[in-house]
Nanobody, 122 residues
């Protein structure tokens, strides 16, 4: 299973970005798909998840600003990020899992993309 994240960039505070994560191999529709981020000098942290059956969960600081969605026909998951803040600056990773376990725990995910840089200037 391979994951390819894209869509990052350098934007000003208040702007929007949409990240995409294309998945090849495996059975995409059966995976829960998570988004994580890692800022310099910090641990990787959970951002959002969309379950294989479609429900979503978000980290509190991004609730109301970020939205994750999936297109099973395209084997792609998205992260729409609005009203970006400098503290959102990080490398963003998509990840997939089929097993149970805490959805906000990186070790619950077996498959990872390479990451895409998001930089938000003030």
């Amino acid at each position: 299973v391979q994951l390819q994240a894209s869509g990052g960039g350098l934007v000003q505070a208040g702007a929007s970005l949409r990240l995409s994560c294309a998945v090849s191999g495996g059975t995409f529709s059966s995976y829960d798909m998570g988004w994580f981020r890692q800022a310099p000098g910090k641990e990787r942290e959970y951002v959002a998840v969309i379950m294989h059956y479609g429900s979503t969960e978000y980290r509190d600081p991004v609730k109301g600003r970020f939205t994750t969605s999936r297109d099973n026909a395209k084997n792609t998951v998205y992260l729409q990020m609005n009203n970006l803040k400098p503290e959102d600056t990080a490398v963003y990773y998509c990840a997939g899992r089929r097993d149970s376990g805490p959805y906000d725990f990186p070790r619950s995910y077996a498959y990872w993309g390479q990451g895409t840089q998001v930089t938000v200037s003030s």
